[in-house]
């Protein structure tokens, strides 16, 4: 079971819930998992959004794994300068 | 071999100085740089620029210039294909294909003065100037859009007609100027403010500013008859530049090669492409190279600037200084097409604090000015000026030390950041702890002087690197990556290269390879280099220290896990019984032992180690006049692990400049038509020599766990601090709070004047 | 950059007679970090140009009884390595410095910087409080004028066309008295004056302020003097009283423009700032040569 | 009507053909391919085009190129003698006082003339003097160093 916090668009996509408890394994699950309770988060998070897994942010995480009790973010992707 | 980032082992060559690799060519004027590569039979390119800022294109007319002396083409955007508009993730950020294509060469519209039309290539520089004249293009002027109110107003002229603003659920129904809203945070922000004893909210405003890299931007391209291109460049990364100019010109990746110059400098002005695909475009329309260098001018005039801003905050703290709700909204303008960094602004601008309820919300706003692009730390600076001006005022409105302030709050390890994830190993408190005890926060001020303090924040960028470690014959090494070296970063990989192998720093030989010759690298920007390239050359390093240990088993005929690699030679962990064999005995038998030793790693760079600085300033303030002097300068910055201390020094010196050049004068100022008025280097004034101090740059070692050596990225805080530094040591000698860059003499006299 | 005839000339007769063949559309060449720039930028077209670096009389400084006699085309950095006139026109010397970077030093002149007519020129007030002269050479011979009558308006001077400024004659200052220049800029070099403020202090047996002059730069079409300075500090003790009335005779004197480099209000505030600076350390320089 | 100019560059003879309003900023690096000298402004604003003109300082991209006739330049080409480096290079890559290195060149030379004239100057007269070389990426604090120590080298009180 994964923490999956929300803020902004996203929290507000998914009905003002700032936090959900998912169960998945990978990213891709979880992703499913959203898309699955909120038709059409996902758009927003594909390519949008970095995965933070437990403070470590993982700009490309399509195969990345979802430890058990982990607690997940979306991040903004930005650029360096 | 590393023992991570927390042990105290003892560096042979990581945290030394010695002299970079490149450094002769660069002493002696042999260094080849954008501008001075030459081919024979070269054309020379010049672009024309819009002289309106708003106005759609009716005809564009090349025949005269085409019968004019020495022209051999003439190219606009009907010569790109046409893009549709697609959301791109190469390299850096987020990139739109469409925008960056009509960026390169507008399409049915300008939309900022100096926007691209058309370009021609002649057989000399005065003949392609001259050519220029010679093309007529019919417009339509248009409404110009020049500051946020205008471009926010309900009955704005639209810039793009389909620009829907995302972020918005549901969608707005109109198009507008706002390209996207942006908003994050947690809590409740108004409980948060509620719970405050003290709240300030305030509201601040910046101008748009120029990377001032001097070296104008360069390129020379050439396409032969099998239609394969090869473009010679100064970028911040030419795997970018090959994958722009591709994706522009609907060629194949495979059939570009881009062969890095040195850069003139970068900053983030030079993560994107202006120039490349219009040579590129002239070459295979002229049948001969062409070399294109840009004027000043056009530097100005035509490439990013970063956004002027406008911020409001509000924060709140309790009667002991512990902060109880922060909440902000960002303006940031992105120029003519969608793309500010205000998700970086507002990402950082409450970064350095814990604070419980935070909310953010950042509009990013098209208008009639240049394109913006990446400057270090792209959007931060802006929103610490609103932020750390803010802190400032409220640490002094319950009589506690700004520094004491800052610790009461200071984000660290498990604390949430606004953006959302806890962070990891981070040093704030370290940077904040040792700019208090340094001797400068206790020195004594003279009349009219004050003393202003603020801490900065970066994500830092880790990102794709390869890089492969060769082993000649004699035992030297090559090392060769991606990655163009703007600030040294060669030494940095020949060190982590000479430290892993255990030999001389001398006998490593850092190579920049062009994009045939090393698998795929991100740009040089957003602090990476040493970091994931590094890492790269940590592990292609250890790659070759397994197989030299391989061979040297193979010799002595015993198993692989008996023989260690240590200070540069094979040895038999039982100790006795074997002579040590060294790199270049190794190297001398890898013919008979397997054949040539070489390394390769390719990565993505995963534990990327967040950064602060913490600054302290010190401004003399001529009440007369209103001019703000710099006297005394201390950066303070958590590198993590400096691997060549010099060149992390030289960007925290370097960020400093450019932070109070942005701080005290400098600003793109427009005329009504949208006309900047200053585009040279006399009237955008960059701090010249004799405006600054020495820089007093204060190393912090909190390792990163994430990295073999610990190190973070170093090349964007430092930008961060200063303009708050600049703005509360102003405070502190005048007792008037400056919320508008530039802090000219101007514009402190006339503060002076209200408040003082 | 479009110049069809480059010439160098080593007379001023040679020179005249260029000029006059070239019929309006020849320009004079000394230092150039005025006229190259401009002619870059497309603002002046010169069909001809005349390098007068070869021309003795105009790279000459030279000394004696009538005082000093300065070639048009001397560079900055050169006029500053001359101890004498140093010690004697501090001000002028402090201005002529103040011209660009130590690289523009190296070749702007004093006679470019009358002839550009920049109302920002800093070379030009402490011209006019030194009550210099300039030889002007013509197809009609030579003719001597005052340094503040050069320039008449922004990019205009009252040399007809084909005439050369050949030299600036500064005379020998009397004792008892010195001069200094102040400007105000955003940067602490390589920045056009937003003001300039020159002041001369002439004191006398007893130290007291016998006369002086102020003219000051930037604040309007060409150098503007106040007139008043004189009235204000001559015979009286230099005291506050005194310098705040000088520095609001100094603003009434100014007739500035808004631009980019600064606003009207602006100026005139620290037009009156930098009339009373200038004027104060010209007075203890003055004093200095008791 | 072009003109042909001899003149002396870094101790050798030259020649060359250039048009009147060529610049000698221009001619040293597309006809003479002395490269080291750099054009980052054209405006006299930037000194990364510094070049000693009989002697003198001056921005190369404010000179015409006719002008050069029968003149001594020397270029950052020329510090360098017999293969072994100018103190002032030396010290730059010693002290780091280089990033990008696009304004080294202009540096160098405005250095040099600085201690030619000056060989003990301050930190404000390096700096005052270095005002018309701009660097971006440096902060200038690492060059006014490395200046003052080469020139305390220069005067042997140091190495």
Redesign the interface.
């Known amino acids: 079971m994964a923490r999956v916090l929300l803020s902004g668009a996203l929290r507000r996509h998914a009905g003002g819930r700032a936090e959900l408890a998912i169960e998945a394994r990978t990213y891709r699950e979880l992703l499913a998992a959203l898309e699955a309770r909120f038709p059409g988060i996902a758009s927003l998070i594909e390519g949008r959004t970095s995965l933070a897994i437990d403070g470590e942010i993982i700009a490309d995480p399509l195969l990345e794994t979802i430890p058990p009790r982990s607690e997940i973010h979306f991040v903004p992707r930005v650029a360096g300068g | 071999m590393s023992d991570g980032a927390e042990g105290a082992r003892k560096f042979r060559w990581v945290g030394t100085r010695p002299v970079r690799p490149d450094g002769v060519d660069k002493v002696t004027g042999r260094a080849r740089y954008g501008a001075d590569l030459a081919l024979p039979g070269m054309l020379w390119g010049r672009v024309l620029r819009s002289p309106h800022a708003h106005a759609r294109i009716l005809a564009i007319d090349a025949s005269r210039a085409l019968a004019m002396e020495g022209v051999k083409a003439v190219v606009s955007a009907e010569d790109l294909p046409e893009i549709r508009s697609e959301q791109a993730f190469v390299g850096e950020g987020p990139t739109d294909f469409r925008d960056l294509s009509h960026n390169v060469m507008a399409r049915g519209k300008v939309l900022y003065h100096g926007h691209a039309v058309a370009a021609v290539a002649a057989t000399s520089a005065e003949l392609a100037e001259r050519a220029l004249a010679g093309i007529d293009v019919e417009y339509e002027v248009l409404p110009a859009v020049l500051d946020l109110d205008a471009a926010l107003a309900p009955d704005a002229p639209l810039l793009h007609e389909d620009l829907v603003t995302k972020g918005v659920n549901p969608p707005p129904q109109r198009a507008s100027n706002v390209a996207e809203r942006v908003e994050m945070g947690h809590g409740d922000v108004e409980a948060g403010l509620a719970r405050a004893d003290v709240v300030v909210e305030r509201e601040f405003t910046t101008r748009p500013v120029h990377q001032g890299y001097i070296e104008p931007h360069a390129a020379l391209a050439e396409i032969g008859e099998d239609g394969r291109a090869t473009i010679w460049c100064s970028s911040q990364g030419h795997f970018m530049v090959r994958a722009y100019t591709a994706k522009l010109l609907g060629m194949e990746l495979s059939s570009i090669r881009v062969i890095p110059a040195e850069i003139g400098g970068g900053f983030g002005g030079k993560t994107t492409v202006y120039l490349e695909p219009v040579a590129t475009l002239l070459a295979r329309k002229s049948g001969r190279p062409v070399k294109m260098v840009m004027s000043r001018e056009e530097v100005f005039r035509a490439t990013g600037p970063t956004s002027g801003t406008r911020i409001r905050v509000k924060m709140g703290c309790t009667r002991d200084g512990r902060l109880t709700g922060a909440d902000a909204h960002l303006e940031y303008e992105a120029g003519a097409f969608p793309g500010s960094p205000v998700t970086a602004g507002a990402m950082t601008i409450f970064a350095p604090y814990d604070v419980a309820d935070v909310r953010i919300v950042g509009l990013d706003v098209v208008l009639n000015t240049p394109k913006v692009a990446a400057y270090r730390a792209p959007g931060a600076p802006m929103a610490a000026f609103a932020a750390e001006s803010a802190v400032d005022e409220l640490a002094r409105r319950i009589d506690l030390d700004p520094i004491e302030f800052r610790l009461r709050n200071a984000a660290r390890e498990g604390v949430q950041a606004p953006y959302g994830p806890r962070f990891k190993r981070i040093g704030h408190v370290e940077t904040l702890e040792a700019a208090r005890a340094h001797p400068h926060y206790r020195a004594p001020l003279l009349p009219n002087q004050g003393r202003g303090v603020a801490s900065g924040f970066w994500f830092n960028a880790g990102l794709q690197s390869s890089a492969d470690v060769h082993i000649n014959e004699d035992g030297s090494v090559v090392v060769t990556s991606g990655n163009p070296d703007i600030g040294g970063s060669r030494a940095s990989l020949a060190i982590l290269a000479a430290e892993e192998l255990g030999i001389d720093y001398a006998r490593v030989s850092p190579i920049v390879a062009d994009t045939s010759q090393v698998a795929y690298s991100d740009l040089t920007g957003g602090s990476r280099v040493t970091f994931a390239t590094g890492m790269a050359v940590v592990e292609a390093a250890r790659s070759v220290v397994r197989q030299l240990r391989e061979r040297a088993a193979a010799i002595w005929e015993v198993d692989l896990d008996d023989v260690e690699w240590r200070d540069g030679a094979a040895r038999l962990r039982a100790g006795a019984g074997r002579e040590p064999l060294g790199l270049a005995e190794l190297a001398a038998r890898a013919a008979r032992t397997g054949g040539p030793l070489a390394g390769h790693a390719s990565l993505t760079a995963r534990g990327v180690g967040a950064a602060f600085g913490t600054h302290i300033c010190d401004v003399e303030v001529d009440p007369e006049t209103g001019s703000v002097r710099v006297v005394r300068y201390t950066a303070v910055q958590d590198a993590g692990r400096a691997i060549h201390p010099s060149y992390v020094e030289g960007q925290m010196q370097g960020g400093v400049a450019q932070g109070i050049g942005w701080a005290l004068n400098e600003e793109y100022l427009f005329d009504a038509d949208g006309v900047m008025q200053n585009p040279g280097f006399l009237d955008y004034r960059m701090p010249v020599a004799s405006d600054l101090p020495m820089i007093d740059a204060v190393i912090v070692e909190v390792p990163n766990p994430g990295h073999p050596y610990g190190v973070r990225g170093v090349g964007e805080v430092p930008i961060v601090p200063p303009i708050p530094a600049v703005a509360n040591a102003i405070h502190d000698a005048t007792g008037v709070r400056m919320r508008e860059l530039p802090m000219s003499p101007p514009r402190v006299l006339e503060a002076l004047e209200r408040e003082g | 950059m479009r110049a069809t005839r480059y010439a160098a000339p080593d007379s001023v007769g040679d020179a005249v007679a260029l000029l006059a063949g070239a019929a309006g559309r020849g320009r004079v060449l000394a230092g150039g970090s005025d006229l190259l720039v401009q002619m870059r930028a497309g603002r002046i077209e010169a069909e001809l140009v005349v390098d007068v670096k070869r021309i003795e009389r105009m790279t000459t400084l030279s000394h004696d009884a009538r005082g000093f006699r300065i070639g048009a085309a001397v560079c900055g950095a050169a006029l500053a390595e001359d101890a004498l006139l140093a010690r004697a026109w501090p001000g002028v010397v402090e201005a002529v410095q103040l011209i660009g970077s130590s690289q523009i030093q190296g070749r702007a002149s004093l006679g470019g910087n009358l002839c550009n007519a920049s109302p920002a020129a800093d070379g030009v007030p402490a011209l006019v409080t030194a009550g210099a002269r300039c030889v002007v050479a013509g197809p009609a011979g030579e003719r001597e004028v005052e340094a503040s009558q050069v320039a008449t308006g922004p990019g205009e001077t009252s040399l007809s066309a084909g005439e050369i400024l050949v030299e600036v004659l500064l005379p020998d200052p009397p004792p008892r008295c010195a001069d200094a220049y102040l400007r105000m800029t955003p940067r602490s070099e390589m920045d056009i004056a937003v003001v300039g403020a020159a002041a001369r202090v002439w004191l006398d047996e007893r130290g007291r302020c016998s006369a002086a002059r102020v003219a000051l730069g930037s604040v309007g079409p060409t150098v503007r003097e106040v007139h008043a300075a004189d009235a204000i500090l001559a015979g009286g003790a230099l005291d506050d009283a005194a310098l705040a009335r000088l520095a609001g005779a100094a603003r009434d004197a100014t007739a500035p423009i808004d631009d980019l480099r600064g606003s009207a209000r602006y100026r005139t505030r620290v037009a009156g700032v930098l009339a009373r600076r200038a004027t104060l350390i010209a007075y203890a320089r003055a004093r200095e040569r008791r | ?1 072009k ?1 042909h100019v001899s003149t002396t560059i870094n101790g050798d003879a030259a020649e060359f053909l250039c048009e ?4 000698l900023l221009d001619v040293l ?2 006809v003479l391919g ?15 085009c ?1 070049i000693l ?1 009989d002697g ?4 190369a991209c ?3 190129a ?2 050069a ?1 029968g003149a001594r330049i020397e ?3 020329g ?2 003698r017999d293969g072994e ?1 100018h103190p002032l ?1 030396r010290r ?5 006082a ?8 202009g540096f ?1 030379v ?1 250095a040099k ?2 201690l030619d004239r000056n060989p003990d100057p301050t ?2 007269e ?20 490395a200046v003052l120590e080469a020139a305390a080298e220069m005067r042997g009180e140091v190495r």
């Open positions: 009507m003109h009147p309003g060529a610049l690096r597309d002395l490269i080291g000298t750099k054009e980052g402004c054209g405006s006299g604003d930037c000194g990364a510094s003109l003198r300082l001056v921005c404010l000179v015409l006719a002008e006739e270029t950052v080409e510090l360098a480096l290079q730059f890559l010693e002290d780091a280089l990033q990008c290195g696009v304004c080294t060149p160098l405005a003339a600085l930190e404000e390096a700096r005052y003097w270095l005002a018309g070389n701009l660097c971006r990426c440096t902060g200038y604090d690492k060059i006014v160093r």
